[in-house]
């Protein structure tokens, strides 16, 4: 079945450090990834996604991009803030080349904390 | 546009009684799914309805059910509780699945359900 792997963590940097967070996943056809961010006490945020292969996802100074031949949606941002403190999930949906529904499979999550 | 809202925010029950979490998804969406995150297992998706219907399940007993009303409000129910089903439960609606592609998905705040 479709599984997602995250970077083990957590992850500790210091303000305005460069971020990676390694995604990989398995899936067949063509998923969609996405990644969710998730603040303490509270439900997912999604960041940034993609639905195709090359396409690169971007917001709030992160970035991914969709990478079929190494299966991978490594999360990127160049300057991290200490607002950035927060759990990452990388997700995927539609594995097959032919579904409905909106199941999302998971990653196991990185935490990151940025300290002042 | 109002987010997803989800209802109780806190819960706790103890072992052997039923609970019965509600969602109430982004206007105009009409898929909601159920997911459950705890420490150990982390997300694991429960089921989405589509159109009051069940589209997908997830691997879960059959002690975990829901249902969806034609307003697209969507309630699960957990019986006979157990120990291990203390965690948060998040909901996520989405726009329309019936075209075959994967709709991204948003997240409400979460129940967090303690089972004693």
């Known amino acids: 079945g479709d599984s997602v792997t995250q970077m083990e963590g957590p992850v500790t940097l210091s303000e305005e450090a460069f971020l990676t967070i390694n995604c990989t996943y398995t899936?067949?056809?063509?998923?969609?990834l996405f990644w969710y961010v998730q603040y303490p006490g509270e439900g997912l945020q999604l960041l940034l996604k993609a639905t195709k292969a090359d396409d690169k996802g971007s917001n709030k100074g992160f970035e991914a991009t969709y990478r079929k031949e190494t299966t991978s949606f490594h999360l990127e941002k160049g300057s991290v803030q200490v607002s950035d403190s927060a759990v990452y999930f990388c997700a995927l949906s539609g594995g097959l080349e032919e579904t409905s529904g909106s199941r999302l499979t998971f990653g196991e999550g990185t935490q990151l904390t940025v300290n002042p | 546009k109002a987010g997803v809202t989800q209802t109780p925010r806190y819960l706790i029950k103890t072992r052997g009684q039923q609970v019965t979490l509600s969602c109430s998804p982004i206007?105009?969406?009409?898929?909601v799914s159920w997911y459950q995150q705890t420490p150990g297992q982390g997300l694991q998706f429960l089921f989405e309805y589509f159109s009051e219907t069940q589209r997908n399940k997830g691997n879960f007993p059959g002690r975990f059910s829901g249902r969806q009303f034609s307003n697209s409000r969507s309630e699960m129910n957990v019986s006979t509780l157990e120990l291990g089903d203390s965690a948060l439960y998040l909901c996520?609606?989405?726009?329309?699945?019936?075209?075959?592609?994967?709709?991204?998905?948003?997240f409400g705040p979460g129940t967090r359900l303690l089972v004693l």
């Open positions: 206007s105009g969406h009409r898929s």
């Open positions: 996520a609606s989405s726009l329309d699945t019936t075209s075959g592609l994967q709709e991204t998905q948003y």
């Open positions: 899936a067949t056809g063509y998923p969609s």
